[in-house]
């Protein structure tokens, strides 16, 4: 079992920055791949990025390529999200999610385990 809690959500001004955190239960978190999907009010869930099973390849979805990082600290059992130069479409529910496979990470399906979500508001 692995729980997930987000925090680093908030309210900002375009092309400012947030740095989202998901902190992980447990002592196989560098086992897991680690996802981040955001949900915006009326849209489907819609994956962003990703980081495979051991640090191993990370994914972005195409729309904050460039814009946004994902990286994770292994001591911490932490992954981060990045996010620079936000926009309004930006705004949604960020959640965390894990993976047992490295497999499909854009594919909210493939994921075993997910966090509460935090809010990302960006104001024109």
């Known amino acids: 079992q692995v729980q997930l809690v987000e925090s680093g959500g908030g309210l900002v001004q375009a092309g400012g920055s947030l740095r989202l955190s998901c902190a992980a239960s447990g002592r196989t978190f560098s086992t897991y791949a680690m996802g981040w999907f955001r949900q915006a009010p009326g849209k489907e869930r819609e994956f962003v990025a990703a980081r495979g099973r051991f640090g191993s390849k990370i994914l972005y979805a195409d729309s904050v390529k460039g814009r946004f990082t994902i990286s994770g600290d292994n001591a911490k059992n932490t992954v981060y999200l990045q996010m620079n130069s936000l926009k309004p479409e930006d705004t949604a529910v960020y959640y965390c999610?894990?993976?047992?496979?490295?497999?499909?990470?854009?594919?909210?399906?493939?994921?075993?385990?997910w966090g509460q979500g935090t809010q990302v508001t960006v104001s024109s």
């Open positions: 999610a894990a993976a047992r496979t490295s497999q499909a990470m854009d594919v909210g399906g493939k994921y075993d385990y």
